[in-house]
Each structure stands twice: as C-alpha cells, then as structure tokens.
C-alpha cells in the first residue's frame, strides 16, 4: 500500500455524531462518536474494533448518512458526502464573544485616555477618531470573518440534505442481523431489486439478469429469488444481505458485524465469501466487529475505538505486535484462544480509563511511527516512542 | 478428581419433540459423567441439541417434548423419572442455570430487586416447607399406588394383543381376572393410603401450628420484657429498647418465613459476590439500566441465590463482546472455585471452551461426537467434525483461506441412517452412510464416535494440516512461556 500518493476512497475528518435527550435540566447529549477521523484506501479492508456501545455502528451509519452528523466531514471519493456545522456555529460564537470583549476593552482604553487628555478638547476629538476607526476595524473583521463562515453552513447542509445519488449507490452496507434487516413480507427478489429501482432502473427484465447475476456471485440459486426471507437460513440469509448491497455494484461495502449473528461453521464461509468478491471484484470494505481474530484475519488496517474516539489506528500486524494504547492491551487480552494451556495461564489485562492525566494537556491522533496512529497527549506520545524504541 | 464422586451421570438420554411435520429427534443417545468440582463444556452449533441436554437435566422441557429413553442420575435419583413436585426441590436449590440473552431473562418491568429476591420469598415460607415435607412421603405413597394401577392396566392391554397374535385368546379371561384382582387390592390399598393421608395432614397441621405458636409465645414473652423495661425510662433509652422490640419481631416473622427485609439482605451479599457495586442502589433499578455485562451478573446472582451445586451455564456469553466475556468467565470461575461448584458450560465459541473446561463433549445432530479432556480435544481431535470446527474458525495467526464447513446440519426430523456428519464431511467412507459409528475409546478419558477409529479404516487420513499446524505453535508457545 502506497497511502502517500495515492488518494483515499473514504476520509472522514473530525467526524462527531451527538445523540441529545431530554430538554433543559434533564438534557442529556450522548457522545456517541466524538471526533474520529480516518483514511480508507482502494481496495483494502478496514477493521474498527471495540467493545460494544463504544459507536462503531454509529460511525458507519454516519458515514452512509443514516444520520446526519454532528460535526465534521466526510468525503467519499473526493467529494463531501456529509458535513456537520457545529463547530462552525462555535466558532461563530467564539469570535462574536472576543469581538465584544476587544471592543469592551477599546472602549475602556477610550475612557481612560479622554481623562488623561485634561479636557484638551482638539486632544479628545482626535482620541475619539482614532478609536472609532480601531472598533469600526475590529467590527468590520468580525463581520467578514462571520460572513465566510456563514456562508460555508448553507454548503454543507445543501451536502448533507440532498445525496448524490451517483455517488451514494457505490456505497453499500451489509446489517449485523440477517433476520431483522429482511423484509419477511418481501421476496428475496423484491428485497434485492429494491436498491436498483431506487437507482434508477426500470425494466424487468434487466432487473431479473442483474438479480441472477448477484445470487449467483453470493453463491445461491436463481431459483431462490421467488422464496421468501424464512425459508432460508441463518447463512444463507446473511448471503442475501450481502446480494443486496452488491446488486448496486458498489465500491465500497461498510460491513457492520456481518458474522456476529451467525453459527460458528457458518462463519467461515460468510468470511470466505466477502474475501471472494473483495478479491474478485477489488470493493473496499469497512469491517465493523468486535471478534478481534475474525479482524485480524480479514483486515489489513485496524482502528481501535473506545467510548466514541478511535484510539489507536494501524496496520493488523503493527497493532497485534506493538499495542501500545492501554486499551488495545486490553482488548487483545480479552481474545480467547483454542488453547486449552495457555488459556488456563491466560492474564487478563484491565484497562482503567482514569489513568490518562489530561488535566495538564487534552489529547488528540498522533502518528508515532508511519502508518500508526495514536489517542494521546504529548507526554504519553514521548512514552509511546520511547517504548517502539 | 476420585472416581466415587461422580456429581450426575447421564446414560443415553434420548429426547424428541412432538411437532406437526413429525417426531424432531433432538437429542439421540447422549452419555455422559461429570465429577464433582468439574467443567464439562458442551460444544456445537445450534440445533445439534446442546440445549436441550441442560434443559432435559434442569427439568424444564417444553411440553412437547418426550424422554424417550435414558436417566439422568443425580443424588441417587433418576431425574427423568422422578415427579414434577420432587423436582421443585433440586431445581433451583440444587441445580441452577444461568441463560443465554441476558436482556430477555429479565423481566423489563420488573425492578432488578424483586427479580433476584423473588425466588427467595416464593421457597421461603419456613412452615409450609415442613408442613409439606410432614405430608410429601404420604402424598407419595397414593401416587405411587395409582401408578402401579396405571401400569397393571397397560400392562394388561399388551398382554391382550400378543396373546391375540399368538392365538391363544382363551387364555385372556383367565390373565384379565388375574389383573383385576391385583387391581382391587391395590385398590384398597390406596383407600387405606388416602384416609391415612387425610389423618396424618390434620396431625402435620397441628404440630406445624403447634410449632408456630411455641416460638411466637417465646418471643412474645421476651418483648413484652422489653416493653416493661420502657416504661420509666429517659427518651434515649425508649429508643433502644423500641428498636430491639421491632427487631425481635422481625426475628419472629423469620422463624415463619423469608421476609423481604432478610431476602434483601441476602441479595446484597450475593450481588456484592458477583461483582455489582453499589448493590443497594442498583436493587431500585430496572433491567434496561444495566449494561450487558452488569445484567449478566444479575441473572447469575439469581441463580446463586439459592446456593445450587450444580450449575448450568447455557450459552452465558454469547451475547456480549469480548472484554465483558473476559469478565464473565473470570466470574464464574472465582465463583466455581469459592462454592465448589460443578458446572456444565454450553458454548459455540471454542476459545471459551478452552478457558473455562476442563473436558470437553462435542455434540452433533443430537450425539456427542467426540468427549475428553480439554488437551485431548485440542491437541488430539479425532472426529471429522472436531477437525471442521477447529478449522472453521480463525486464529490471530491463521492467514490461508478458511475452511468453511460446507452445507446445514440435517434436518433432524429425519435423522440420517449413518454418521450424521458424512453429508458434510470429506473424509467420509462408505460406511459413514450405512451405519452410526459407535463411540472409539482412545485414551482413559477420550472417545470419539467415527469409523476413521475402526481398525478396517485406511490409515493415512490425518487431522487437516491446519489444525496441525496450529496445534504445534500452540505448545511451541506453551513451551516458551514455561522456560521463560
């Protein structure tokens, strides 16, 4: 992978997605993804782990824009798919407040130049002028400051409301239960056909081919199309899932725990299956799940969430050699193994989220090594070098 | 581990399921013992009847569902055999169970303190439990004797039709009398049994209220010493003495019964046991409020109320995501160890099995395919279908392609005549298809059911070369970390 030239399928910067509840005292607002930003490239797999609650889903509706973000951005090849405005109705709000308190503090400087002027009345006059000009400069700044950003709100809403349905159909998602996410009233063939209609297609009879073509592709029958969702098994409806996201012929394929629901001999082919097509037909993949050896077997970078911020972020065999977050630590402890003898001595390490001291400095994504990237603040980000050395 | 403390045996259990299409076979011939203190872990995909072994044990079989054949002996008792009012004194006191789905084992609009102190309050009325235990031998006795008639007469029915087929009808009059005189006698019998059914029920009344009043009269007495005591006495004084008359009384009521007081106190300590700060506070909260890891702890509190010895987990961590199964399973064994309890754990996951068991028993299509030791099943499987499972599933080292398990498990309302994995399996011989493989013994402690076992069988198939390989890192690993 040459991430520097080449351009990422999918970036999201700064992405928040804000949950609130409850109006005035009893408000409540539920960071459930609280500032991620990523890179994903053609033709890889990305994996996002974390425990669950930690907003690994909410990061991949946000991205497909089931939701519409807080804040941040999201660009899907090249072009912004969804941007929030929060943090510019802040900002807006941050220069409002400085600007009055310039202005308040021009005014006293005012004051105290006019009594230090005596009653020269030629003196004050000119005081007065010079200040009028500095707080009519600073008003003005602020208007055109407020003006800029002002004019970016409408941009990003006008991308957030209305999809580019061009673009959104080469984006696809594959739910975690394949029995709540099919129409049960709904043939298979209805259910997979659904997504082209919506694109835009209208005769039946390409409908049919391109039907055939994708059950095929999933490895079921043609003749599976008139059956309905029941008739068919935990796997097997898990295949359908995907024929419905495939049908549209997308580029990318957010996979929200796509094995989490099924038996464990089904497992494996339902993984054999997304590594064919991703083979096949070279469709970028976000893995969403929390079975860290499905993960590490199927991905190729791996992103680490926990309670709404992607902790660590790098490739599988960085991560399982060097961890250094305490959390992926923990995590990777957690993963049980068929070993009976090293089960039995297994250490379990805990992870204590109070251990970071961000009282001194907040923390943020920073690259330790190329290709790695870590939650910290400066002082843990000298630790980190120091313990790679 | 001594031989003599077998804790339950179960001998080729064979539970079906009535249905509209026919006769679902659920579980086909399961044996197996477990000793006390032990793990045993049940391994299997869903539908290979994993569940339905732990619920034919807990006693709480769906209604259709019939024990064919087999027993389930646990304390001298066959529990397939014994009464559904015997059971209510193993089930729950003695074998508890935890559930798989946490969030629908609890009742959503039940506070998380009723539900743990339920149980409690329900068994706890001290008196009626020895009223009960007075009459129960009695009870027995009528049941037994109309049982006995039960079998006289289907006996008698059989006995009909094969004299019937074997032309011998003039014999029938004679063997119909024969049986109706047993019947009157026993007949009489039971009347006998019901009258002195009814004295001895008027006589366990009266020595349970008899009982009751002694010890209400003792207290009585020692609070209204207390109450004399009040009387004259400064305001600081009253106090005191007004508190220990309030706790005499509650004394008094827990000689009756469990009461809610005494019942949440028990809830906290267990609650505190398995791990749920602030009990106190969690008790007025609803399931919904709880994470899964802390409902799972609720539901194993529950089942730890009543002190079992026998606990089954079914599926416990299924439904929750690695870190809180860690947590889990460190829970259960802290609390195995500190009870001594047995446990029969139920998973699809193996790495759990490899945690938490000290043998193993894979299940299929109703059988158990292969049962050992943990090492024995990790590092020396045998049965194809062992082999498929292992194989199935990726390791954090594993990067060739996955062998997945091709095709379902068989539709077990017509169960295959062979070896129900040969539809399946690619080692499958001739033989796999024509007749069930009977259990190989491999070692002390391992057996196995395929014909790959058999003496005739060809010799150079071996286990997958992945699973070999994997087996191999595994002690190389073990190894390193011993010499470290």
């Not at chain 2, 064919?68 to 304390?75: A, K, P, S």
């Amino acid at each position: 992978m040459n991430k520097t030239t080449e351009q990422p399928i999918l970036s999201v910067r700064r992405l928040k997605q804000y949950f609130s509840s409850g109006f005035g005292k009893q408000k409540m607002v539920v960071k459930a993804v609280d500032d991620v930003s990523f890179d994903i490239y053609k033709g890889e797999v990305f994996g996002l782990v974390g425990e669950s609650g930690c907003g690994k889903t909410t990061t991949g509706r946000s991205i497909i824009k089931l939701y519409e973000p807080t804040d941040g951005e999201v660009f899907f090849m090249g072009t912004r798919i969804s941007a929030g405005t929060q943090s510019l109705k802040e900002s807006i709000k941050t220069m409002r407040r400085e600007a009055h308190k310039q202005l308040a503090e021009l005014t006293l400087q005012e004051k105290k130049s006019i009594e230090e002027a005596q009653g020269n009345e030629a003196k004050i006059d000119a005081i007065k002028k010079d200040f009028e000009a500095q707080k009519e400069e600073v008003t003005k700044d602020r208007d055109a400051l407020i003006k800029n950003i002002k004019r970016d709100i409408p941009n990003r809403k006008e991308d957030t409301g209305k999809p580019n349905k061009e673009l959104m159909k080469r984006m696809q998602m594959i739910f975690q239960d394949p029995i709540a996410s099919l129409n049960p009233r709904m043939t298979v063939k209805e259910i997979i056909a659904e997504g082209l209609r919506i694109a835009g297609e209208k005769k039946d009879k390409e409908i049919n081919i391109q039907v055939n073509r994708v059950l095929e592709t999933v490895g079921l029958l043609p003749e599976h199309a008139s059956r309905y969702p029941h008739e068919f098994s935990g796997g097997q409806r898990q295949r359908i899932g995907i024929a419905r996201a495939l049908v549209v012929r997308p580029e990318f394929i957010i996979a929200d725990e796509p094995i989490s629901a099924l038996d464990v001999s089904i497992q494996a082919q339902v993984i054999n299956l997304l590594n064919d097509l991703r083979q096949e037909f070279g469709i970028t993949i976000m893995f969403i799940a929390h079975d860290l050896s499905v993960v590490k077997y199927f991905s190729d970078r791996i992103g680490v969430m926990y309670y709404g911020k992607l902790v660590e972020l790098a490739s599988k065999d960085e991560l399982f050699k060097n961890p250094l977050h305490p959390y992926t630590k923990s995590l990777l402890s957690a993963v049980p193994l068929p070993d009976p003898d090293y089960e039995k001595g297994r250490k379990r390490i805990k992870y204590d989220p109070t251990m970071h001291d961000y009282s001194k400095e907040l923390p943020d994504l920073h690259e330790v090594k190329p290709g790695h990237f870590i939650y910290a603040n400066t002082m843990e980000l000298e630790e980190y070098k120091k313990v790679l050395k | 581990m001594t031989k003599d403390a077998k804790k339950l045996e179960v001998d080729n259990l064979t539970v079906s399921f009535r249905t509209t299409q026919g006769l679902v076979r659920a579980v086909r011939g399961v044996s197996f013992d477990l000793d006390r203190g032990e793990t045993l872990a049940i391994v299997g995909e869903s539908g290979s009847g994993k569940s339905v072994t732990s619920r034919a044990i807990m006693g709480i079989l769906a209604n259709n569902a019939i024990i064919d054949d087999g027993r389930i002996i646990y304390e001298d008792e066959d529990l397939t055999k014994i009464r559904e009012e015997d059971f209510h004194k193993l089930r729950g006191n003695k074998v508890g169970m935890i559930f798989q789905d946490p969030l629908s084992s609890l009742n959503p609009i039940m506070k998380i303190g009723k539900q743990v102190t339920e149980g409690m309050l329900v068994n706890g009325h001290h008196l009626k439990n020895k009223y009960k235990a007075l009459v129960h031998p009695h009870r027995r006795k009528i049941l037994n004797i109309k049982d006995d008639i039960k079998k006289l007469k289907v006996q008698l029915k059989k006995q009909i039709i094969t004299l019937k087929e074997s032309d011998k009808a003039g014999e029938i009059g004679t063997l119909k009398a024969d049986t109706r005189r047993k019947i009157s006698a026993l007949k009489l019998e039971l009347k006998a049994a019901k009258s002195n059914y009814r004295v001895k029920c008027k006589e366990a009344k009266i020595t349970v209220k008899k009982d009751w009043q002694q010890e209400k009269a003792k207290y009585a007495e020692k609070i209204k010493n207390v109450r004399a005591k009040i009387s004259g006495t400064d305001e600081d004084n009253k106090k005191a003495y007004r508190k220990e008359i309030s706790l005499l009384k509650e004394q008094c009521r827990r000689y009756k019964k469990v009461t809610k007081k005494e019942a949440i106190e028990r809830a906290v300590v267990v609650m505190d046991e398995v791990g749920i700060p602030e009990p106190i506070k969690r008790l007025k909260q609803y399931p919904f409020q709880f994470s899964g890891g802390m409902r799972q702890r609720i539901v194993i509190a529950i089942a730890l109320t009543a002190n079992p010895d026998l606990l089954i987990c079914d599926e416990p961590t299924t439904a929750l995501d690695v870190t809180i199964q860690a947590q889990i399973l460190e829970l259960i064994k802290k609390l195995k160890a500190e009870r001594d309890l047995t446990v029969i754990f139920i998973t699809h996951d193996l790495g759990v099995v490899a945690n938490m068991a000290d043998r193993v028993a894979v299940m299929y299509a109703g059988k158990i395919v292969e049962i050992g030791t943990a090492q024995d099943v990790f590092y020396n499987p045998k049965h194809p279908y062992t082999w498929a499972l292992l194989s199935s599933m990726p390791d954090l080292t594993s990067k060739a392609r996955l062998s997945a398990i091709p095709g379902t498990p068989p539709n077990m309302l017509y169960p295959p005549k062979g070896d129900a994995f040969a539809d399946r399996n690619k080692y499958a011989m001739e033989i796999d298809f024509e007749e069930q493989p009977p259990m190989f013994k491999i070692s002390e402690s391992h057996y196995a059911a395929t014909w790959l076992l058999h003496d005739n069988a060809p010799k150079n198939i071996e286990m997958p070369e992945i699973i070999q390989e994997r087996i191999n890192t595994m002690k190389a690993r073990t190894k390193k970390e011993v010499s470290q």
